[in-house]
Each structure stands twice: as C-alpha cells, then as structure tokens.
C-alpha cells in the first residue's frame, strides 16, 4: 500500500500530487549530481489544501510531504516516490521525520511564538531528507502576527522548501498567503468508499463499515473512530437522545448540563496522558535530578509547557462540542428530509423511531430553526461564550422550537 492509498475518493488529486512528488524527487536528483535541471515541473513550494471537513485535507498534505521524502530504490526505476515503507516515508507519516515540522493550533490561534522556530528552520536545508517540509495543519487559526511571518517565508522560500498549508477554505487564509500557494481543494468522499476504506484497511465489517461511513456521512476520520471505538458509539448515542429530553425546562437544562461534562469529560481524558508523556519528556531534556527536582533556570519552561497544556485541554473541549453540534444538525437534516419527503439518503438509520416521532410531531418550519439554533451555539462558542451558556440557549430553543 502506497502513501496515495490511503486518500479516500480524491484520486484526482492523488494523481496531481504523485506528479509533483515525481517532479520533485526529478529536481532532487539533477541538483545532487550536479545535472541540469528539469527544464518543465508541476512541483511548487507552497501549497494550499482545502475541503469540508472529513474530507482529509491534513492526511493529504502528510502523504505528500511523505512522498516528497521517499528513498525507495523503485523511484530510480520510473516509480512514483510515496511507497509508504522505506525510512522517509514512514518517519514522515508518523510524525517523526527531522525534516518535516508539523504546527498545529494549541488553542484557539497559531501564536507568532509558536511559528517562530519553524519558520527560522523554513530558511535551512534539509537536515538529511530530500526537502525542508512545513506542514501548518490549522491555517485558518493563524493570526496576523503570525501570518505575516508564514507570508515572508513564503515569499522568498529556501531552494528545498516546501510549505503545506492546510484550511477549510481559500477565504479562512490570508490573500497575500493563498496567492502564493498552488491551490487544491478535496471533496467529501462517498460514503461507499469511506465503507470500503474501513474494511480493506481497518478490517472492519461491512455492515458495521456501512453504519459508521453512512452515519458520519463520509467523515473519514469520524467514521474510523466510531467503527473501532465503543466509547464514540456511546457518546454519540448519548448525543442523538437529547432531541428527545428537551421537552421541558428542567431536561433541557440538564440536557446542556451533560452535553457540556461529557466533551469537559473527553477533553480530560485526551489529555491525561498526553500531557504527563510530554512533561516527563521535558523534565528528562531538561536535566531534572532523581525525584523530579528541576534544575535551576527552567521553571519558566515548565510554566510554557503548561499553559500550552491547558489551551489544548479548551480546544479539545471545544472540538469533542463541535463534533456533537454536528451530529445533532445531521439528526434534524434527517427529519427535515422526512417531513419533505426527500429521496435523499438517511444517515442516522440507528435512531429511525426518533426521527419518525419528531418528524411527525412538527412542522418543516420548526425543524429549521432548531437547525439554526445549533449553528448559533457554534457562532457564539467562536465568540467565547461560555459554554454551558451557548449550549443551555440552544437546547432551550430546541425545546420551544
């Protein structure tokens, strides 16, 4: 299996990436050898990749940047780097490669602090991989300050650097940044072939594949987490009952209540061991003597690691209540449908009897506006309303409908 494989249903853009990849490695050779170089290419340093979410915008810019540090013996006989095995693929899939550097968002924003090191490394040649790739997985979050300083390595790149930038859509980055960057955009694949992907790769059962990639409604990741994770089945059940407890006040309050605990709940246990692997880490780098005492001077280091720690605990709240706010828009677009009589596809068959009962029991008119109650809580938890608040205005508009 090659790094291209694992993109589910985006084989034109798999087909546009393994022609740079093999422009690219083409460049790599001549320079080396000392050879002229290739006169024609499809590879660029930067690129922009977009899509809705689940589409696998970021596994995309990864198998990429892992091409792009393929040593397989096979590229020398005509073969598209990316085999997905050798040394510079693997590494570069797992996160481990010296010369690829991944930014994330921690919190709400990429912070200028957090650029820093690796826009300074952008400017460096590789260390011993065949390009410098920076693959910034959040670029939407990052703020200007920050901004500025991905514009100004972009503008004037290093000979074998590469920039991946990932977003939602063109307009979440900056026109300065985009208009330098080749732009590809993905699609949300089928939910057949979500299905077939978690079969052929995670040796799931087709039905259990089918029930998963039709509930996610071709949300890769979302669809492997709930096919291989009990805990997510939970969760989202939990989710798909709340429709049916806001009939008053008080199971509306609760409602929010439990909504709220359960991604506070999530957030926690993401975190926990998470966050005590990178301290120990740290101490160890560090220098820390037997029994944890630190060395003198590195307390303030310690206090960065932790305050890092604590805004990635808030966005993992907040990413465990964008993914319930989604699933509940997807259960009343499902009675939606019902009330109109639409032929399309329902994606929670696992709760027919609700919907029905819902469906039933209002109007077309109604079930819109519970549907534009859940974006509101989304727009005002972006606004950093609390979140009991914005979740409690939402279920108490789900009930009154």
């Known amino acids: 299996m090659t790094v291209w494989d694992d993109l589910v249903g985006q084989e ?3 087909e546009r990436l393994a022609a740079a990849a093999r422009d690219a490695d083409a460049f790599v050779t001549a320079a080396a050898a000392d050879g002229p170089l290739p006169e024609a290419s499809s590879m660029t ?17 990864r198998a990429f940047a892992a091409a792009l540090q393929c040593v397989s013996p096979d590229r020398a006989l005509g ?11 693997h590494t570069a899939l797992i996160g481990t490669h010296a010369d690829v550097s991944t930014v994330a968002a921690v919190g709400a924003q990429i912070l200028v602090d957090d650029m820093r090191d690796t826009v300074r490394k952008s400017f460096t040649s590789p260390a011993n991989g065949r390009w410098q790739v920076i693959l910034v997985e959040d670029a939407e979050r990052l703020n200007e300050r920050s901004a500025n300083a991905v514009l100004k390595a972009v503008e004037e790149p290093a000979p074998r650097t590469v920039w991946l930038l990932c977003a939602p859509s063109v307009e979440d ?4 940044i985009r208009s330098r960057c080749r732009h ?3 699609r949300t694949p089928s939910v057949e072939a979500v299905a077939d992907m978690l079969v052929r790769r995670e040796g799931i059962e087709p039905d259990v594949a089918a029930a998963a990639a039709r509930a996610t409604q071709g949300h890769v990741d979302r669809a492997r987490r709930l096919a291989t994770d009990p ?18 006040i008080g199971g509306a309050l609760r409602a929010a209540q439990e909504l709220v605990d359960a991604a506070a709940a999530d957030a926690k246990e ?7 692997k990178e301290t120990e880490e740290l101490k160890a780098a560090l220098g820390a003597a037997q029994g944890g005492r630190m060395p003198r001077g590195t307390a303030g280091v310690m206090k960065d690691l932790e305050e890092d720690q604590k805004r990635r605990r808030r966005r993992t709240q907040r990413d465990s209540l ?11 677009r499902d009675v939606l449908a019902l009330q109109l009589g639409s032929r399309v596809a329902i994606a929670n068959t696992d709760a027919e009897d609700a919907l029905e009962r819902l469906a039933g029991g209002s109007s077309p008119e109604s079930t819109l506006r519970r549907i534009e109650a859940i974006a509101a809580c989304g727009e005002a938890l972006d606004r950093n309303v609390p979140p009991l608040l914005a979740v409690e205005a939402m279920t108490m508009a789900l009930r009154s409908g």
């Open 231 to 248: 805990a997510a089945r939970e969760r989202r059940a939990a989710v798909l009952k709340l429709p049916l407890r806001v009939d008053d």
């Open 45 to 61: 340093h930067a690129w922009l990749f977009t899509g809705p979410p689940g589409a696998g915008v970021t596994q995309t810019a």
């Open 184 to 186: 590809l955009n993905l």
């Open 270 to 276: 993401l975190a926990e061991e998470r966050d005590a």
């Open 12 to 14: 034109k853009v798999s």
């Open 173 to 176: 980055v900056l026109p300065t």
């Open 322 to 332: 964008d993914l319930a706010l989604a699933e509940l828009t997807a259960f009343y």
């Open 79 to 89: 073969g598209v780097p990316g085999c997905g095995f050798c040394d510079g693929c």
